[in-house]
C-alpha cells in the first residue's frame, strides 16, 4: 500500500485490527461492532487490519473465523483486509527513517544487561526498564558479529498526554516510558511500530479499541510525534467483565462469535446487546441498526466495564425472533443445523416437507422461543418420523382411557375437511364437550400421540402444521 497521508477532511476512517491469535471473541465483535457505528454514522469508512505479525500464534483458521463472524454479524468492511505481515517492508523502511533521523538507535544490551536493569527497575519501583545505556553511545563500540535490536528515542523530559475519547486526558511523565524496541534483532518490526505505520498509510481517523491498548497509546503518540504524523483520535473502550464483575472468561460467555451463531442467536440480538455493552443511549435498549447508526457517538461510551449478561442476551434474542418473518426464521433455522452435531440434528432434515411443516408452526414457536435452537427442539415434531419414539412420559400417559380418547378424536378428525387452526379447534373443543372431557384430557393423549412427548407447542397448532394426513396416521398409529 503507498503512504496516504491522512487529512481530516477526507472523512472519517475507522479500522478493526484483531490479531488472528484465536477466533472472534465477544469483546473483539463489540470493538468492531462500535468501529463500524462510528464510521458508519460518519459517512465514512471501517477497514479491517489483520495484526498476523505473531507467525508462530497466527493461525488460517482463525482469520476465517474473523471474517466469517464479521460478515455473519453483518459488520462488512471497506475495502480489502490488510495483512500486517506483508507490509514489514513497508514497516523497515520507517525504522530506517527513524535511525536516519536520529530518533532511533541501536542497541546491543546483552541479556545479562537487560536482566540487571531489570532488577534494578524492579528494586527502585520503576515502570521504565532500559536505562538507555547505548542510546547516546559512539557506534563504533558496537561489538563484532551482534545484530542490535533498534530503539526509538524516546523523550525523556515532559509528559506525552492523549486526548481520549473515552477515558479524557490521559498524562503519562516520559520518564516513565523507556527508549521501545521497534525492530527485532532479526529485523522483524515490532507490535507499537506497526501499528503507528499503518494506521497512518491506512489513513484511520479514529482507533477505537479495548482499553488494555492505553499504555500502548502513550508510546504510540511519542512515535507518531517524531515521525510529525497526525494522531488518530483515540478511543479506549473498559474492557467486558463477566456478571460476577471478575474478568470475562469462557465461563461467562467469553466465546468466538461462531459458538453464539450455532447456539441459535440472531445477528441482529448480538449486535444489539453489543451495542448496549459500554455504549448507552438514554434508557434505550432495543435498536434497529439504523438508529444505531443514527445515535451512535463516542461521547456516549461509559468508563465503567460492561458486564456480559447471558439472560438478557437471551431476552433479545426472544424479542428478535418474536419478531422475525416466518419463513426468515426457517432459513436461519436451517442455516445452522449443519453446524450441529450429529446428536442435536433433527432426523430427515434434508427432507424439504419436513421444513414447510417447521414453517406452518413457526407462528407458535417463534412465541416461546429465546434461540433458534429452542425452535429446533419444539419443533422436532416435524421431523420424526413414523413410528414416532415415544420418550417415557408419554408413553405412561398413553393408557387404555386415553388410547380410548384418541380412537373417538380419529373420527372426529378424520372428517374435518378444511384443516384450519380454527376447524381443528372446534372439532377438538367439540368432542371434549360431547365426551364431558375437559380440554386437557383430549389434548394430553393427542400431544404424546404427535409428538412422542408431553410437552409441545399448542396442540391446534401440532395438528395444523402436520397436515391432516399425518397427524391421523400419528393418531392412528397410537389407538389399540
Ligand atoms: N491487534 C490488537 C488486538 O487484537 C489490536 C490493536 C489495535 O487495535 O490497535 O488486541
Same mark, same amino acid.
Request: net charge negative.
Given at each position: 500500500?503507498s @503512504?496516504n497521508p491522512?487529512?481530516?477532511?477526507?472523512?472519517?476512517?475507522?479500522r478493526?485490527? @484483531?490479531s488472528p491469535?484465536?477466533?472472534?471473541?465477544?469483546g473483539g465483535?463489540?470493538t468492531?461492532?462500535?468501529?463500524?457505528?462510528?464510521a458508519k454514522?460518519n459517512?465514512?469508512k471501517?477497514?479491517?487490519r489483520i495484526?498476523?505479525?505473531?507467525?508462530?500464534?497466527?493461525?488460517?483458521?482463525?482469520?476465517?473465523?474473523? *471474517?466469517?463472524?464479521?460478515?455473519?454479524l453483518g459488520?462488512?468492511?471497506?475495502g480489502e483486509p490488510? =495483512?500486517?505481515?506483508?507490509?514489514?517492508a513497508r #514497516?523497515?523502511?520507517v525504522v530506517?527513517?527513524?535511525?536516519?533521523?536520529?530518533?532511533?538507535?541501536?542497541c546491543?544490551a546483552?541479556?545479562e544487561?537487560?536482566?540487571k536493569?531489570r532488577?534494578r527497575? #524492579?528494586?527502585?519501583?520503576?515502570?521504565?526498564v532500559?536505562?538507555?545505556?547505548?542510546?547516546?553511545?559512539?557506534p563504533g563500540?558496537?561489538?563484532?558479529?551482534?545484530?542490535?535490536?533498534i530503539?526509538f528515542?524516546?523523550?525523556n523530559e515532559g509528559?506525552t498526554?492523549?486526548e481520549?475519547?473515552?477515558?479524557?486526558?490521559?498524562? %503519562?511523565?516520559n520518564?516513565?516510558l523507556?527508549?521501545?524496541?521497534?525492530?527485532r534483532?532479526?529485523?522483524s518490526?515490532?507490535?507499537n511500530?506497526?501499528?503507528?505505520?499503518?494506521?497512518h498509510?491506512? /489513513?484511520?481517523?479514529?482507533a477505537?479499541?479495548?482499553?488494555?491498548? *492505553?499504555?500502548?497509546?502513550?508510546?504510540q503518540?511519542q512515535?507518531y510525534?517524531?515521525l510529525e504524523?497526525?494522531?488518530p483520535?483515540?478511543?479506549?473502550?473498559?474492557?467486558? #467483565?463477566?456478571?460476577?464483575g471478575?474478568?470475562?472468561?469462557?465461563?461467562?460467555?467469553?466465546?468466538g462469535?461462531e459458538?453464539?451463531?450455532?447456539?441459535g442467536y +440472531?445477528p441482529a440480538?448480538?449486535?444489539?446487546?453489543? %451495542?448496549?455493552?459500554?455504549?448507552?443511549h438514554?434508557?434505550?435498549?432495543?435498536?434497529?441498526?439504523a438508529q444505531?447508526i443514527?445515535w451512535?457517538? &463516542?461521547?456516549g461510551?461509559g468508563r465503567?466495564?460492561?458486564?456480559?449478561?447471558?439472560?438478557? +442476551?437471551?431476552?433479545?434474542?426472544a424479542h =428478535?425472533?418474536?419478531?422475525s418473518d416466518d419463513?426468515e426464521?426457517?432459513?436461519?433455522v436451517?442455516?445452522?443445523?449443519?453446524?450441529l452435531?450429529q446428536?442435536?440434528?433433527?432426523?430427515?432434515?434434508?427432507?424439504e416437507?419436513?421444513w414447510?411443516?417447521l414453517?406452518l408452526?413457526m @407462528?407458535? &414457536?417463534?412465541?416461546?422461543?429465546?434461540?433458534?435452537?429452542?425452535?429446533?427442539?419444539?419443533?422436532?415434531?416435524?421431523?420424526?418420523s413414523r413410528p414416532l419414539?415415544m420418550?417415557?412420559?408419554a408413553?405412561?400417559?398413553?393408557?387404555d382411557?386415553?388410547?380410548a380418547? &384418541? /380412537?373417538?378424536?380419529?373420527?372426529?378428525?378424520?372428517?374435518v375437511?378444511d384443516?384450519s387452526v380454527?376447524?381443528i379447534e =372446534?372439532? %377438538?373443543?367439540?368432542?371434549a364437550?360431547?365426551?364431558?372431557l375437559k &380440554?386437557?384430557?383430549?389434548?394430553?393423549p +393427542?400431544?404424546?400421540a404427535l409428538?412422542?412427548?408431553?410437552?409441545?407447542?399448542?396442540?391446534?397448532d %401440532?395438528?395444523?402444521?402436520?397436515?391432516?394426513d399425518e397427524?391421523v396416521?400419528r393418531?392412528?398409529?397410537?389407538?389399540?
Amino acid at each position: 500500500m503507498s @503512504p496516504n497521508p491522512k487529512s481530516m477532511s477526507d472523512g472519517v476512517v475507522t479500522r478493526f485490527a @484483531p490479531s488472528p491469535t484465536c477466533f472472534l471473541h465477544i469483546g473483539g465483535a463489540r470493538t468492531a461492532l462500535f468501529n463500524w457505528l462510528h464510521a458508519k454514522a460518519n459517512g465514512g469508512k471501517m477497514l479491517l487490519r489483520i495484526e498476523d505479525t505473531d507467525r508462530k500464534r497466527s493461525t488460517s483458521e482463525a482469520i476465517d473465523a474473523i *471474517l466469517e463472524g464479521l460478515t455473519w454479524l453483518g459488520l462488512e468492511w471497506d475495502g480489502e483486509p490488510v =495483512y500486517q505481515h506483508a507490509r514489514a517492508a513497508r #514497516h523497515g523502511e520507517v525504522v530506517e527513517q527513524l535511525l536516519a533521523k536520529g530518533l532511533a538507535y541501536k542497541c546491543y544490551a546483552t541479556p545479562e544487561e537487560m536482566e540487571k536493569m531489570r532488577e534494578r527497575a #524492579h528494586g527502585e519501583g520503576r515502570s521504565a526498564v532500559y536505562d538507555g545505556m547505548w542510546r547516546d553511545r559512539d557506534p563504533g563500540d558496537a561489538p563484532a558479529g551482534v545484530d542490535p535490536v533498534i530503539r526509538f528515542k524516546a523523550p525523556n523530559e515532559g509528559d506525552t498526554v492523549i486526548e481520549d475519547q473515552v477515558q479524557g486526558t490521559v498524562t %503519562v511523565a516520559n520518564k516513565n516510558l523507556d527508549d521501545l524496541i521497534i525492530a527485532r534483532s532479526d529485523g522483524s518490526p515490532t507490535y507499537n511500530l506497526a501499528v503507528v505505520v499503518d494506521d497512518h498509510d491506512m /489513513g484511520v481517523t479514529h482507533a477505537i479499541r479495548g482499553a488494555d491498548h *492505553l499504555t500502548n497509546a502513550s508510546r504510540q503518540a511519542q512515535i507518531y510525534a517524531a515521525l510529525e504524523w497526525e494522531t488518530p483520535v483515540f478511543a479506549h473502550v473498559p474492557l467486558i #467483565h463477566g456478571s460476577d464483575g471478575a474478568k470475562l472468561s469462557k465461563r461467562h460467555g467469553a466465546l468466538g462469535v461462531e459458538a453464539y451463531r450455532a447456539m441459535g442467536y +440472531l445477528p441482529a440480538a448480538l449486535r444489539n446487546y453489543l %451495542v448496549r455493552m459500554g455504549w448507552s443511549h438514554g434508557d434505550d435498549e432495543i435498536f434497529s441498526t439504523a438508529q444505531m447508526i443514527e445515535w451512535f457517538d &463516542l461521547a456516549g461510551i461509559g468508563r465503567s466495564p460492561a458486564r456480559f449478561d447471558f439472560e438478557k +442476551l437471551a431476552s433479545l434474542n426472544a424479542h =428478535y425472533i418474536k419478531n422475525s418473518d416466518d419463513g426468515e426464521l426457517v432459513n436461519l433455522v436451517r442455516a445452522i443445523v449443519p453446524e450441529l452435531s450429529q446428536e442435536a440434528r433433527p432426523p430427515n432434515s434434508d427432507d424439504e416437507a419436513c421444513w414447510e411443516k417447521l414453517a406452518l408452526a413457526m @407462528p407458535g &414457536l417463534k412465541e416461546r422461543a429465546k434461540t433458534l435452537i429452542d425452535i429446533l427442539d419444539a419443533g422436532r415434531f416435524v421431523f420424526v418420523s413414523r413410528p414416532l419414539d415415544m420418550d417415557e412420559k408419554a408413553e405412561n400417559l398413553l393408557d387404555d382411557e386415553a388410547r380410548a380418547v &384418541l /380412537g373417538g378424536l380419529l373420527v372426529s378428525l378424520e372428517g374435518v375437511e378444511d384443516w384450519s387452526v380454527e376447524q381443528i379447534e =372446534y372439532v %377438538v373443543r367439540g368432542y371434549a364437550e360431547k365426551t364431558d372431557l375437559k &380440554l386437557g384430557k383430549a389434548a394430553q393423549p +393427542l400431544r404424546a400421540a404427535l409428538t412422542g412427548r408431553t410437552t409441545s407447542p399448542g396442540i391446534f397448532d %401440532v395438528l395444523y402444521a402436520l397436515g391432516k394426513d399425518e397427524a391421523v396416521a400419528r393418531i392412528r398409529d397410537q389407538v389399540r
